[in-house]
């Protein structure tokens, strides 16, 4: 049980699902997995599945697109109008929709096909206002992070460019929480990196 269950208090769920995928050759939310389901819909199934609420989608380019295929389900959309500055501008919109909402918050970009209920849930067992919580694999980390109401000012004021919350993580306490047994890591930038059935 998590500290947000025995309190009551959700934690929330963040899918970064604004970019271009230029070297996909299309947004990396459309990409269909095995079953022809949206990454971007995928990853918040994921996030809902693991207890997050409420679950926001920052979309971006082919915003009409992605948010149709979103209709059908019970997420919050956030269209981050500065999506070409990279994953900063999404985790900054994502981050400032959530204010009022919850303790914490996990983050997860939608180009994780390996990413797992699972792992969500082992990273939610140390939720919190303060908490810093970051999924590993094989040593190196990786998501999903798990960020504490505490640290949100300070994420959204150090997030540049596509370094997302990447710098402020390197310079706080952060607690690794390994996954190696549980989900795979990788994201997926190129076809060739595409897990094969996905397209």
Known sequence: MTNADSLGVPVAGLVLAAGAGRRMGGPKALVRDPAGVPWVVRASRILAASGCSPVVVVIGAAAAEV???LAAEPVQVVEATNWPE???ASLRAGLES???????????PVDLPGLT??????VLKSDGADALVRATYDGAPGHPVL???THWDGVIASAHGDA?????LRTHPVELVACDDIGDGADADTP???PQGHR
């Open 192 to 194: 060739g990196d595409l």
């Open 117 to 122: 209920s699972a792992a969500v849930r082992r």
């Open 98 to 108: 959530l204010q009022g909402a919850g303790d914490a918050v996990v983050v997860v």
């Open 147 to 149: 960020i504490g109401r």
């Open 67 to 69: 948010r149709a295929e």
């Open 86 to 88: 990279g994953m900063s």
């Open 164 to 168: 997302g919350a990447r710098d402020y």
